[in-house]
């Protein structure tokens, strides 16, 4: 985009570029999103940063009123490097508040130094003033949507201290954390916490919904026409487990989704606030997915506008529906899931939660009415996460019984991978053959797995 298209999109506040762009003041020294309701400054007065953290970087600080830690994640910034969409992932996750920066370059196999020239080379800047600002602008969105205190605030976004928490807060966002509190009233109650989670229209909001309901594992999942809820684990760093709950409810009308949890530890709620977001797909370009997809011969006609990628929560998971669902119908292989959770799932505080491997560990899971193969290879999976859970899905395929469509099925719902063509898969085949379709995947790269659904929503 040139500066015409962005003042275009500023103009008239288009909400299919919210977050892939970002309006600095030079006046008033602050930034905002397309979407900012404030009158429209002189564009004299305007400079445009793709990213919120180079806006800040240039000494802006966020606008208190559209919100800038509110909008979706931009795809602008990602590069091509395995290694920088890792060091992405891992610190939106949070890993930097429990390792340093070497180690997690040890993590990914390379030198700190290195890591900081992808950062610069990609983002404008450091590793460490990356995973700052994710932190503070997390931090900003529960300092000015929530009414719990700035103690657990700074705890949750990831500070060891509150010392250091106003010290980043003042020096970064040129603001103070209570300054921001909307409502004065501060509570020390987190048993649920409400979070607005915005999206770029077009969502179809209907054709996820319905996808999610046709495979929904009671009883850790759960619909109805506007919302969707699940129970849910993250690992800690002890030999416990943090769990929860969520509901996240649709706001057609807001472009987002409502969304209240509870979570047996503060300290973790950024990162499943991160997988909340991936798994409903919150931060697609979606109007980009969709031109690309509409050039592709055979789909133009049938496109479903808005059609996202829904996940699954963890990568286990995915993989545990992926090895269940080998050959079999959706009907099929979703009672077969049922049935693993009801005889291996843990319940916390009246909650079922998805077996982990390790609770699959020297069990012969006899109650699986299918070929002991299967539950051989599932066994495997489960002992080769319990000992390798950071490993690749491409490394299963060592494992007997796991094949390319088991791992392509896991990638792209249990890491959200946007570029995976199930071909293969007995779903896409037979929505071809109905329609009579012929298609040239490669053309939807990088978007493959969108095409993938495409197909699938047209059975």
Known sequence: MDNTLFQQARLSRDARFDGQFFTAVKTTGIYCRPICPAPAPKETNVEYFTTSISAAEHGYRPCLRCRPDAAPDSFAWKGKNTSFERALTLINEGVLTSQSISQLGERLGISTRYLNTLFQENLGTSVKN??????????????????????????????????????????????????????????????????????????????????????????????????????????????????????????????????????????????????????????????????????????????????????????????VRAVLGQQISVVGALKLVATLVAHYGTTKDGLTLFPQPQDLLGRELQELKMPASRRATLLNLASFMAVNPQASPDEWLALKGIGPWTIDYAKMRGLSDPNIWLGSDLGVKKALNQQNITLTPKGACPWQSYLTFQVWNIL
């Open 130 to 319: 990356y995973a700052q600002h994710q932190q503070l602008m997390f931090a900003k969105s529960l300092l000015q949507q929530t009414s719990i205190s700035i103690t657990q605030i700074a705890y949750a976004a990831g500070f060891n201290s509150i010392r250091r928490f106003n010290d980043c807060f003042q020096t970064k966002l040129k603001l103070t954390p209570s300054s921001l509190r909307k409502n004065k009233m501060v509570t020390t109650n987190t048993e649920t916490i409400t979070l607005f989670l915005s999206y770029r229209p077009p969502y179809a909001w209907s054709q996820l919904k319905d996808f999610l309901q046709r495979r929904a594992i009671a009883p850790i999942e759960w619909l109805d026409e506007h919302s969707y809820s699940r129970s849910f684990t993250w690992p800690a760093n002890s030999d416990n487990e943090v769990y929860g709950q969520f509901t996240a409810i649709h706001k057609d009308d807001k472009n987002g989704f409502e969304v209240n949890i509870s979570i047996s530890d503060i300290n973790y709620l950024m990162p499943v606030v991160r997988n909340i977001r991936r798994i409903l797909d919150l931060d697609a370009p979606i109007n980009s997915i969709d031109s690309q997809l509409s050039k592709i011969p055979g789909l133009n006609s049938q496109l479903c506008t808005g059609l996202r990628l829904p996940g699954t929560w963890s990568l286990f998971e995915a993989g």
